[in-house]
């Protein structure tokens, strides 16, 4: 018999919002391919169901839920686990702590969960106080009532197993090696800057926003990304692109080929992420051989290594590091071969696929859903 897996918590599949999402991307078909029942739950206006690469071996079940940058999470959150407590399939595999909340119904209905924790949400300065309280409290409730978690990151492990006395597997992001693809138009072989970021404060879109007036008088600026609501930060990369010739925001990029190509092209890629474990964006930045320099952070340098220029949270830094390496030609082929070895290395998608699959295959067969396994390690496939 199929063993089947309901996947809750992301914008769908196929869906092209963020790290959650690349992750199903490669993940659904992948357990189909080993003679999965997979169904993941979505969001109508995010799940590109008439999309071409989408494999119709996967079910994408389109649930109700409130669009808001408050409730979306929660209420789609509920409604997609509603509907898996009437399907019943042998595992879930939970992504976001806030889905906390819903674990103690799939426990009721005896489904184990592999719970995918992201990062430290309550650490976010994009929330507000409330939102915060309650992204802590989802997180206590996934650590009480999850099966098993997933870290992305080392350093998130360490800070679960100490805040909430829970173990689990490190299984980072995968990223996809390149090879030639065509520039985007205007722009040159290593002759522009590239950042490409969601717009909220721990992202450093303040700070590079800053650093772009200086820098767009000498290169080429890329942004790509938005907030996905609006608001000031939007306003200003609107702003600026309209005064300055030389910097140009892309907006949200939903085209994998055209992200890729200006990840490989670009002459220094600008990573400002500050919570959260290993990116995903910055992993498949890495596999396209992108130079990086990068936000200096714990979580940063476990994933690069020494394979990056570390800077610090500030428009003279970020000036400072990103003109130093687009002035240096030895230096960003130096960073682009070094951050391409780690990703092929260390980041690949069939090792991260398969370590998921293990993972959820253990549940499966220890049907007690708040059984504890001995913590396993992530092993990339060569």
């Given amino acids: 018999m199929k063993r089947s897996v309901a996947i809750i918590g ?14 199903v991307r490669r993940l659904a078909p992948y357990l189909a391919d080993r003679g999965w029942d997979v169904t993941v739950y979505g969001r109508k206006n995010a799940t590109k169901l ?22 979306s999470t929660l209420s789609y959150g509920l409604t997609s686990s ?8 042998d595992v879930a595999l939970v992504m976001n702590t806030a889905n906390g909340f819903f674990l103690p119904l799939i426990n009721l209905r005896r489904i184990p969960s592999l719970v995918n924790v992201d990062g430290i949400e309550w650490e976010r300065a994009k929330w507000g106080r409330l939102a915060k309280k309650v992204f802590r409290l989802g997180a206590s409730m996934t650590a009480r009532f999850g099966t098993r978690m997933v870290y992305d990151a080392d350093a998130i492990g360490d800070y679960w197993r100490s805040e909430f006395n829970v173990d689990g597997d490190f299984i980072p992001y995968g990223g996809d090696v390149q090879e030639g693809l065509p520039l ?15 717009f909220v404060p721990e992202n450093t879109i303040p700070e590079f926003l800053d650093a772009v007036k200086t820098l767009a008088e000498t290169w080429p600026v890329v942004l790509v990304g938005s907030s996905g609501y609006g608001g000031e930060l939007d306003e200003r990369a609107a702003s600026l692109s309209n005064q300055m010739a030389n910097f140009h925001w892309l907006g949200h990029v939903s085209d994998d080929q055209k992200l890729h190509s200006l990840w490989q092209h670009a002459g220094a890629y600008f990573h400002g992420h500050s919570v959260g474990g290993t990116n ?10 992108s130079p990086v320099v990068a936000r200096d952070t714990v979580y940063n340098r476990e994933v690069l290594g020494s394979g990056a220029v570390f800077v610090e949270a500030t428009p003279p830094s970020i000036i400072a590091g990103l003109a130093g390496v687009m002035a240096d030609s030895a230096k960003q082929q130096e960073l682009s071969e070094a951050a391409q070895r780690r990703a092929v290395s260390d980041y690949s998608w069939e090792g991260v696929c398969a370590a998921y699959e293990a993972a959820l295959i253990r549940l499966v067969e220890r049907k007690e859903s708040r059984t504890r396994f001995s913590s396993t390690r992530f092993q990339p496939s060569k």
């Fill in 10 to 23: 992301t914008r769908g599949y196929p869906s092209y919002y963020g790290g959650f999402e690349t992750a």
């Fill in 82 to 89: 509603l509907h898996a407590l009437a399907t019943k399939p």
């Fill in 184 to 198: 985007v138009e205007p722009f040159t072989h290593r002759g522009y800057i590239l950042a490409v970021a969601r």
């Fill in 50 to 71: 008439n999309d071409d690469t989408r494999d119709p071996r996967v079910k994408s079940v389109v649930m109700p839920g409130v669009e808001s940058k408050s409730l």
């Fill in 280 to 289: 995903p964006a910055l992993v498949q930045a890495m596999a396209c051989g």
